[in-house]
């Protein structure tokens, strides 16, 4: 099943550009690093978390639009935007966002750490004492590892890794063998440290750091003996990271992937960055090398990666400057003493992360890996990181003779060679790896036991909506399920059948799955409630995801506003619909919420006359998750855990006023401000969840 083409069939003027409204969640993200209630170290960690999503913005989404321009693809988007109007607004809100962040890092924040006991000097004000170890410091740890190169016809422009560090140095003078040139390039291996910590006994701080541009810049001049040094400029180029699989020519998508994924590295550059002291003719030297304009060009008061000084609160030991530490809670029916599976035979369990542990998904897989019982064992991962406990039991239930399968999705963009490396493992162990179906990413969470039980074979299952990364779970709102349900069990079964499979799917019970119904009966919801208001009787509609973006489904909410739904949309990042138009959406009500967790809960609720139908999902309302990929969405069924999704994924976040944007017609975002009482969702489920908030 394909998405939908014809876009000309849309009014342009009621749809957000995708790429534009993503730089706004950019804006809401930089407006916590320059919260002042926000700790310290957080706002630095925020300041760096824009410059990553920053960075994989212009990996992806902008070397999308460059490659539709080479093309000549001047299609007209849901939005009406041609690809090389929209390069030339994107670029101009990154120059926003960009001297923003720098004039907040250099005029607030590094001020204010230095004032706590935090320093990162600069050239020029080190004493004799940090400059003589500085010194000592490059040439015993620096120096061996550089290779300078001189540009001359024996020695090219090096291939510069995409988002490195390196150094253009401006040259006088001949070398040892007569030759006479005035470039060269200095790459900083990424061995070398980006941020060095200066021995306490030449500090009046208790955390003193030096960046290594700093290091570098002072020294360079040992590096061209009997050269003179113009200048040195350090430069760091963003490239297309993008992997292009030919689906008629692949025959292993791994090797096929493992082929591609060091050349991800050296794809066309979109994006140079310079330090401001950069010259003029250094600035178009190296424009034209990697064939970029100047509306591609960077230039930051300060050093070109940001994202270098997100260790930095990990580094400092000053609790009053973090959020203080939680540790995440249980539901009370987990804390009886009955093993996971008797607890589950009796009633399903409702976890949200982080404020509740992840650790009963770990237990669930690791009794299962141990239960002689459990005679089998699939799993869908999408993301799970190098070192997991999860797939560490996996790999022992499958050394264990158990039947083990893994539905392991190769295609998770820049998890691919950790997922590779599992997917080695894995099949050394003895389990069954399959890659799910080709063209379509295995973006849906699903863990299934079976186990040998007296009255029969029963299921075990979780579903969630968020990725199987113990990791992640600490930081990522999420919710999942914990079940024994037949029907639910059924359904997962079937959905694992077709994937690992052939044949054409099956109705399921409960489960909406993508490509296949999820859209339609999203689409076929919203019109219920449609229906319902147009009979006189109140429609309500409220969903949280992290994007919205599919026509379809927008043109079914605006059609939903009109008869008079209530509607409100809780929608982190990316969103195509214009709230509170008149006569189309002034019954909509979009929100997003930035604070300390990451928001990634995907909840639909559908008031459906009264029953309150309830689902959880692993897909957000975007064409891609709909039409080019397999997800999954569950209903909660017990109407108790179905009044927390409510009270917890809901209505908590719609009486926020203290994390809360809202959404105007025009796509900007409005931060919500308390009048009388603060109400903070993500600080109000720690203190109700978590066992230490």
Same mark, same amino acid.
């Given at each position: 099943m394909n998405a939908p083409l014809n876009n000309n069939s849309y009014d342009?003027? @009621?749809f957000i550009n995708r790429e534009l409204s993503l730089l706004q969640f950019q804006r809401r993200v930089l407006a916590q690093a320059a919260d002042p209630k926000v700790p310290l170290l957080e706002r630095l960690r925020f300041l760096c978390i824009v410059s990553s999503n920053l960075d994989e913005f212009f990996e992806i989404r902008v070397s999308g639009i460059r490659e539709q321009i080479r093309i000549g693809n001047n299609a007209v988007a849901t939005d009406g935007i041609l690809p090389a109007e929209l390069l030339a607004r994107v670029n101009d809100e990154v120059h926003q966002i960009l001297s923003a962040q720098y004039?907040?890092?250099?005029?607030?924040?590094?001020?204010?750490?230095?004032?706590?006991?935090?320093?990162?000097?600069?050239?020029?004000?080190?004493?004799?004492? @940090?400059?003589?170890?500085?010194?000592?410091?490059?040439? %015993?740890?620096?120096?061996?590892?550089?290779?300078?190169?001189?540009?001359?016809?024996?020695?090219?422009?090096?291939?510069?890794?995409?988002?490195?560090?390196?150094?253009?140095?401006?040259?006088?003078?001949?070398?040892?063998?007569? /030759?006479?040139?005035?470039?060269?390039?200095?790459?900083?291996?990424?061995?070398?440290? /980006?941020?060095?910590?200066?021995?306490?006994?030449?500090?009046?701080?208790?955390?003193?750091?030096?960046?290594?541009?700093?290091?570098?810049?002072?020294?360079?001049?040992?590096?061209?003996?009997?050269?003179?040094?113009?200048?040195?400029?350090?430069? %760091?180029?963003? /490239?297309?990271?993008?992997?292009?699989?030919?689906?008629?020519?692949?025959?292993?998508?791994?090797? @096929?992937?493992k082929g591609g994924l060091q050349q991800r590295h050296y794809g066309d550059a979109v994006r140079l960055e310079v330090a401001d002291n950069c010259s003029e003719k250094m600035v178009d030297f190296l424009l034209q090398h990697f064939q970029l304009d100047r509306t591609d060009l960077y230039t930051t008061p300060g050093i070109v990666n940001l994202v270098r000084m997100m260790q930095?609160?990990?580094?400092?030991?000053?609790?009053?400057?973090?959020?203080?530490?939680? @540790?995440?809670?249980?539901?009370?029916?987990?804390?009886? /003493?009955?093993? =996971?599976?008797?607890?589950?035979?009796?009633?399903?369990?409702?976890?949200?992360?982080?404020?509740?542990?992840?650790?009963?998904? =770990?237990?669930?897989?690791?009794?299962?890996?141990?239960d002689p019982q459990v005679v089998a064992i699939k799993m869908t991962v999408y993301r799970t990181g190098t070192d997991s406990v999860l797939m560490e039991h996996l790999v022992r239930a499958a050394q264990k003779g158990k039947e083990i399968t893994v539905v392991l999705e190769l295609m998770a963009r820049f998890d691919e060679e950790a997922n590779i490396s599992w997917a080695n493992r894995l099949e050394e162990a003895g389990a069954h790896v399959v890659y799910g179906v080709f063209g379509y990413k295995v973006h849906a969470k699903l863990l299934m036991l079976v186990r040998r039980e007296t009255e029969g074979l029963r299921r075990y299952v979780h579903l969630g909506t968020g990725n199987y990364h113990p990791s992640t779970t600490r930081f990522y709102t999420d919710f999942g399920l914990l079940t024994a349900n037949e029907q639910i069990g059924e359904d997962v079964a079937e959905i694992f059948k077709q994937i690992t499979g052939l044949g054409q799917p099956s109705a399921l019970t409960h489960l909406w799955q993508a490509p296949f119904s999820l859209q339609p009966n999203v689409v076929a919801s919203i019109k219920?409630?449609?229906?319902?208001?147009?009979?006189?009787? %109140?429609?309500?509609?409220?969903?949280?995801?992290?994007?919205?973006?599919?026509?379809?489904?927008?043109?079914?909410?605006?059609?939903?506003?009109?008869?008079?739904?209530? =509607?409100?949309?809780?929608?982190?990042?990316?969103?195509?619909?214009?709230?509170?138009?008149?006569?189309?959406?002034?019954?909509?009500?979009? %929100?997003?919420?930035?604070?300390?967790?990451?928001?990634?809960?995907?909840?639909?609720?559908?008031?459906?006359?009264g029953e309150d139908r309830v689902y959880l999902s692993s897909a957000d309302w975007m064409p891609r998750n709909f039409f080019r990929r397999i997800e999954t969405a569950f209903p909660i069924l017990d109407p108790q855990l179905k009044r927390r999704v409510i009270k917890e994924g809901l209505r908590c976040y719609l009486l926020d006023n203290t994390q809360a944007w809202e959404m105007q017609s025009d796509g900007r975002y409005r931060r919500k401000t308390p009048r009388r009482a603060t109400h903070s969702a993500q600080s109000i489920l720690l203190a109700e969840l978590a066992a230490g908030g």
């Open positions: 342009a003027e @009621q004039a907040l890092l250099n005029d607030d924040i590094l001020p204010a750490l230095e004032r706590e006991g935090v320093f990162f000097l600069r050239r020029g004000i080190w004493d004799e004492a @940090q400059s003589d170890w500085i010194h000592d410091f490059f040439r %015993r740890e620096v120096m061996p590892v550089l290779t300078p190169i001189g540009l001359d016809p024996a020695h090219p422009f090096p291939r510069v890794f995409n988002k490195s560090l390196n150094f253009a140095v401006d040259l006088e003078g001949r070398d040892a063998f007569g /030759r006479i040139s005035n470039t060269a390039i200095v790459q900083a291996p990424r061995v070398l440290p /980006r941020i060095i910590r200066l021995p306490d006994r030449i500090c009046q701080a208790p955390y003193t750091y030096v960046f290594l541009s700093s290091v570098l810049h002072t020294h360079v001049d040992e590096l061209f003996d009997g050269m003179h040094v113009h200048g040195c400029y350090q430069f %760091r180029v963003t /490239r297309n990271t993008d992997l292009f699989v030919d689906e008629e020519e692949v025959k292993d998508l791994r090797a @096929q992937l930095v609160p990990d580094w400092v030991d000053r609790p009053d400057l973090k959020y203080p530490p939680f @540790q995440p809670g249980l539901p009370k029916s987990l804390k009886s /003493r009955g093993d =996971i599976f008797s607890i589950l035979r009796e009633h399903d369990v409702l976890l949200h992360h982080p404020f509740q542990s992840f650790a009963p998904v =770990i237990e669930l897989l690791r009794a299962g890996a141990d219920n409630e449609t229906e319902i208001a147009r009979a006189g009787r %109140r429609g309500r509609i409220i969903a949280k995801i992290n994007a919205l973006l599919e026509p379809e489904t927008i043109e079914a909410l605006y059609e939903a506003s009109r008869t008079g739904v209530e =509607i409100d949309l809780i929608v982190r990042g990316p969103c195509a619909l214009r709230p509170g138009v008149p006569g189309l959406s002034e019954n909509i009500r979009v %929100r997003s919420l930035v604070g300390r967790f990451l928001e990634h809960h995907r909840i639909m609720y559908f008031r459906t006359d």
